[in-house]
């Protein structure tokens, strides 16, 4: 079936590093978003992109979605230990009408 | 004002019993989502909700599966002769319909099979 893939699946960072997860699918997306779940937490949405090539800053996170729709990324800038968790991008495959596709999730660790 | 609520918090059967987990969606959500989400693992997609039909039912994982919803509200997932690979943390969101709009999601009900 349709799937939008994320990767890594994994990545352990030392605080002050940044950090990046990638979001990919096989067919357009009639928008993207994005989760953060806290360690013992449920997610927690951070934002919304719709149009090609959009950017969005929220603070150290950068957003962004591909020219063609089909990929998007989550930048952090100088991780802090209050970043861990697992972000997860979900698809919007059929503008509504079918439910969001999520990733499986990218676990982010900083070391201090 | 509230958000998505579930309960119970913390679940614990033994195999073959059926457990029933509940969801209350923000008032005036008209869609609702049951994920589960296994120990380390991603949100698997169960069953969505637009008011009270079901048009995507394809994620339930067997026929011991099922859910149901009252109205624009209240939501069952029932689960019957449970299994030990049920074991899992059942996350519910709610949201306004159309792809647009963020899910709100509950605490979740996690669930132990003995």
């Known amino acids: 079936g349709q799937q939008v893939m994320q990767i890594p699946q994994y990545q352990h960072v030392q605080e002050g590093e940044d950090f990046t997860t990638y979001c990919n699918s096989s067919?357009?997306?009639?928008?993207i978003q994005w989760y953060k779940q806290r360690p013992g937490g449920h997610p927690v949405f951070l934002i919304q992109l719709v149009k090609s090539g959009e950017v969005k800053k929220q603070k150290r996170l950068t957003f962004q979605f591909g020219e063609a729709k089909k990929n998007s990324s989550l930048h952090i800038t100088a991780t802090q230990t209050t970043d861990v968790g697992t972000y997860f991008c979900a698809g919007d495959l059929n503008s509504g009408n079918t439910p969001l596709v999520f990733g499986k999730g990218t676990r982010l660790s900083v070391i201090a | 004002g509230a958000g998505v609520s579930q309960s119970p918090s913390n679940k614990v059967t033994e195999k073959g019993k059926d457990v029933e987990l509940r969801c209350d969606p923000i008032s005036g959500h008209t869609a609702l989502y049951w994920y589960r989400q296994r120990l380390g693992q991603g949100l698997e997609f169960l069953i969505y909700?637009?008011?009270?039909?079901?048009?995507?039912k394809s994620g339930l994982p067997s026929d011991r599966f099922s859910a149901e919803r009252t109205g624009e509200s209240v939501s069952t997932l029932t689960i019957q002769r449970t299994q030990q690979e049920d074991s899992a943390v059942y996350l519910c969101?709610?949201?306004?319909?159309?792809?647009?709009?963020?899910?709100?999601f509950g605490p979740g009900t996690r669930l132990t099979v003995l």
């Open positions: 909700f637009q008011g009270n039909s079901a048009p995507d």
């Open positions: 067919t357009t997306l009639s928008n």
């Open positions: 969101a709610s949201g306004l319909a159309g792809g647009l709009n963020e899910q709100f």
